[in-house]
């Protein structure tokens, strides 16, 4: 059953994440959905990125707790070079998302100069 949700979210269908999220739960040694999903809040966090220093799209906030779950989800990883790689760029989106925060701390200062 698992490897169905993982194709349901590999395939996009509905909701992609959830599925991936429910491959996981039925099978938490599915690295297949783990480092999807891993992948794809990486990307959304490196797009919300892509204008820095000029501003940062959306809320960082928001993005550091997406981090949280990302690295919760590598918790469970193997120790591969994938694995390896994604925990740097997370630690890497971290910094840049502190670093904003700490230069524009109020709330909804996000995409000001």
């Known amino acids: 059953m698992a490897e169905a949700h993982l194709w349901l ?47 940062y799209i959306h809320d960082p906030r928001e993005d550091l707790a997406a981090l949280d779950r990302a690295a919760d989800l590598l918790a469970g990883a193997s120790t591969s070079e994938e694995t390896f790689r994604q925990k740097l760029e997370i630690a890497e989106l971290r910094r840049r998302a502190e670093g904003w925060l700490a230069a524009h701390p109020l709330p909804g200062d996000f995409a000001k100069h």
Do not use: M, T
Not at 20 to 35: I, S, T
């Open 9 to 55: 979210g590999l395939l996009r269908c509905d909701d992609p994440s959830e599925h991936l999220a429910d491959a996981l739960k039925l099978d938490p040694n599915c690295e297949q959905a783990r480092q999807v999903l891993v992948e794809w809040i990486i990307g959304d966090i490196e797009y919300n990125q892509h204008e820095l220093p000029s501003f």
